[in-house]
């Protein structure tokens, strides 16, 4: 990758180097290869940079201390580099302007407020690294066009900082990290096909992720750690074998909301260690698999899956699907419409609630809860539908209504005290098996069809 390298006195090259007092001005034009020009300007309230290079393999850097001055760096060309640096600005900025191919573009700005990054890249294989540290209300501004750019924002401790990242072509990726950061924004918006974006959000409150892209091959990651009431908003849509990743650990009244539309989409959403935190995955298209995982007390699962082949397996993070929900006072709701769709989820806790509603062809329904007073409803329309429901512990209540024909089966099994269980079905070859151990316990099974089967043990 070709970058800023400092200058040396045995560069040869048309070196330009001016350092100013108050109100600063420095204009500076290189045409042809290799140029290199600096700009040096310290205690400059208004002073302002202008370097402008035309040619290839050219090198502008510009160092601001002390004021609130503006840098702007215009390249056109290939293999140039620029860099803008900001130290203890207010209302600085910083704009990079390159057209051509393998163009790269570094800012840094330290120790400032309503100071702005800006980056216009247009051509093919641009990179763009934008950092800030100890900012108040500062923004980044990213925009690239065409295929293969690449962007990487960092922001560190601060406060009400926005960074935006806008790609448009063919294998954009953008990379963006904030740490110890209030109420700050991070939004990327791509477009095109292979698109990749990675969020990593940590130690803040009220932070806000936005993720659009739009094509084939999409990927996303968004990780936010030891955050509060933290956003993190994630859309996909336009293509296929997309892929999404929601991480939102060790934090509380933090809203996970993942929506893709297309086919063969993918969705992890993880909530591990999380407080009073709701997750929302939206699908929409054929084969969309949802891997859901929360552990810790009073979160919230809403999962809506339109289309065919979707797929919910409730997993330990991406792995067996061994249960979804660990903790207390949890809700889960499902919703799957379209044909072979499946669900499975796993609760252990208190006060655990489970709602279901699966419409469509070859649906099948798995869950198992544990400790509390557990209720797990639900409705299932089709053919082929299988619901099992398995509850351990105090006032657990279940009813299962499945309609309209098909070769439905209903398994009932509840453990304790104080339970109830009414299952419905409707249509050809139902089977309802209900087990009930102990204290206190009420079933009714109505069947209507041919071959149906009943077999209620209540011990």
Same mark, same amino acid.
């Given at each position: ?147 293969? @750019?690449?962007?990487? +924002?960092? $922001?560190?401790? /601060?406060? !009400? *900082? #926005?960074?935006?990242?806008? =790609?448009? &072509?063919?294998? %954009? ?68 074998? @997309?892929?999404?990743? +929601?991480? $939102?650990?060790? /934090?509380? !009244? *933090? #809203?996970?909301?993942?929506? =893709?539309? &297309?086919?063969? %989409? ?68 499902? @919703? ?124």
């Amino acid at each position: 990758m070709f970058q800023y390298k400092p200058l040396a006195a045995a560069i040869l090259a048309l070196v330009s180097i001016q350092a100013f007092a108050d109100d600063s001005l420095s204009t500076q034009t290189q045409n042809g290869m290799e140029n290199v020009a600096e700009v040096l300007q310290t205690a400059a309230p208004f002073s302002s940079a202008t370097q402008t290079q035309t040619g290839e393999g050219n090198n502008a850097f510009a160092d601001q201390a002390g004021g609130n001055g503006t840098v702007t760096q215009t390249q056109n060309g290939e293999y140039n580099a620029s860099t803008g640096v900001q130290n203890t600005e207010a209302e600085g900025q910083v704009i990079h302007v390159q057209g051509g191919e393998w163009n790269n573009a570094h800012s840094e700005q330290w120790f400032g407020q309503n100071n702005n990054a800006n980056v216009n890249q247009s051509g093919n294989a641009n990179e763009a690294f934008s950092f800030q540290d100890s900012q108040l209300s500062s923004t980044v501004d990213i925009d690239q066009v065409d295929s293969a @750019n690449k962007a990487d +924002v960092e $922001q560190l401790f /601060g406060q !009400g *900082n #926005l960074t935006t990242i806008n =790609q448009g &072509g063919l294998d %954009n990726q953008a990379g963006t990290w904030q740490v110890d950061q209030t109420g700050s924004t991070l939004s990327i918006q791509q477009s095109g096909e292979q698109n990749e974006a990675y969020v990593d959000q940590s130690l803040g409150i009220d932070n806000q992720v936005e993720v659009f892209q739009t094509g084939e091959s999409g990927y996303v990651e968004v990780w936010q750690t030891e955050q509060e009431s933290s956003q993190a908003v994630v859309e996909q849509g336009g293509g296929a074998l @997309n892929e999404l990743v +929601v991480d $939102q650990s060790f /934090g509380s !009244g *933090n #809203l996970a909301t993942m929506t =893709q539309s &297309g086919g063969a %989409n993918a969705a992890w959403a993880d909530q591990f260690e999380s407080t009073d935190s709701i997750s929302t995955v939206t699908q929409t298209g054929n084969g969309n698999l949802a891997l859901t995982y929360q552990q810790g007390e009073n979160l919230n699962l809403t999962v809506t899956q339109n289309g065919n082949d979707n797929n919910i397996y409730a997993s330990n993070w991406q792995g067996a699907q061994e249960g979804g929900q660990f903790g207390a006072d949890q809700i889960v709701e499902l @919703n799957q419409s379209g044909n072979g769709n499946t669900a499975n989820f796993t609760q252990e806790g208190n006060f655990n609630e489970l709602y279901f509603d699966q419409e469509g062809d070859n649906n099948a329904l798995v869950v198992a809860q544990r400790d509390g007073a557990n209720l797990a409803e639900g409705t299932s329309t089709g053919i082929g539908n299988s619901v099992e429901i398995d509850q351990s512990g105090s006032d657990n209540l279940s009813r299962i209504t499945q309609s309209d024909g098909g070769d439905n089966f209903a398994s009932i099994t509840q453990a304790d005290m104080n339970n109830l269980s009414i299952i419905t079905q409707s249509g050809w070859a139902n089977e309802a098996t209900v087990s009930q151990s102990n204290m206190n316990m009420t079933s009714t099974i109505d069947q209507s069809g041919t071959g149906n089967v009943a077999i209620v043990a209540q011990q």
